[in-house]
Structures are given as C-alpha cells and as structure tokens.
C-alpha cells in the first residue's frame, strides 16, 4: 500500500511541471496572464476583420474550483489599417468610453495595458446584448485598437 502512495505522488509531481507548461502556453509569455493568439477573436467578432495583435483574457482563465457555466473574454486588439475608418464610415460612432476599468477579478492583468490617452468612440450599432449574449466595443481613433468586452461571444 505505502508503494502505490509513494508512485502516486510521483505520478503526481510528473505531471505538475506539465501542466504549467500548459498554463504558460495559454497564458502567453512567461509573467504574462492574457492570451494573444487573435484567431478566437476573429471567430468572436468576424466584423472587424483580420486583427494584427491582441491582448485578452476569459473568465475561464483561472484556477477556481467552479468554473462558471458563461463565458466572458475582455481585453485589446489593433485592427488591420483602414478598418476603423470603414467602420466609422458605415456605422454611427459617438465619443464615448469603457464605464469601468476592467473590474472583473480576471480582467485584472489588462489594468494599464491599454494605449495611452485613448480618444474612445463607440458604435451602439456594433454592439450586441440579448439572448444570453452581449458584445461592447470601443475603438481608439489613434492606435486603432479596439476594446471589447463579450459575454457568450461564440454564440
């Protein structure tokens, strides 16, 4: 018995440095907590076209023991040259910024990793809320980031 305790633990400790290989891989860079794969991004949002860099993170990028049945992703994305300007020539935008600074315990590692002095313009047009699912998106007209914010994306 005290043989399959001292194997199981092992077993155990083999595994750990794997998984945080893993968690690395998910999480970016080493130090870093967001994703910047943009390929999930563009599925979530196909109107704002191919995206040339992002920073995200999702609800479900933690170490709970419950993870919640929803999902949000929140974070930046730099749009290809020319998209913002094609979205603001086809949608109504008023100037109008994020409420919050991303209050939520998992959007924590974006706190000041936005582009600075951003001027925000939004489209209520853009934006989606019903059936379960909501995406809010604001674009700074300088850097041509977008921020967003989206409960059940793929939805």
């Known amino acids: 018995m005290e043989r399959r305790k001292v194997i199981g633990i ?8 794997v998984w945080w290989t893993l968690r690395q891989v998910v999480s970016g860079a080493e130090g870093e907590d967001w994703h910047t794969d943009t390929a999930p991004l563009e599925q ?10 992002a920073k995200w993170v999702s609800s479900r990028d933690n170490d709970r023991d ?9 974070g930046f994305a730099r749009l290809a ?11 109504a935008f ?15 590692p974006l706190k000041g990793k936005g582009p600075k002095n951003p001027q925000w313009v939004r489209s209520h047009e853009l934006d989606r809320d019903g059936n379960g699912h909501s995406t809010n998106l604001w674009f700074d007209r300088r850097s041509d980031t977008v921020r967003f914010r989206a409960l059940n994306p793929y939805g």
């Open 66 to 74: 419950l993870p919640s049945p929803e999902l949000v992703i929140s």
């Open 10 to 17: 092992g077993a155990a400790l083999a595994v750990l440095p």
């Open 81 to 91: 040259p020319g998209k913002l300007a094609e979205l603001t020539a086809a949608h």
């Open 44 to 53: 979530a949002f196909p109107l704002l076209g191919p995206l040339t860099d």
């Open 94 to 108: 008023v100037t109008e910024g994020p409420t919050d600074d991303f209050s939520s315990w998992f959007e924590k």
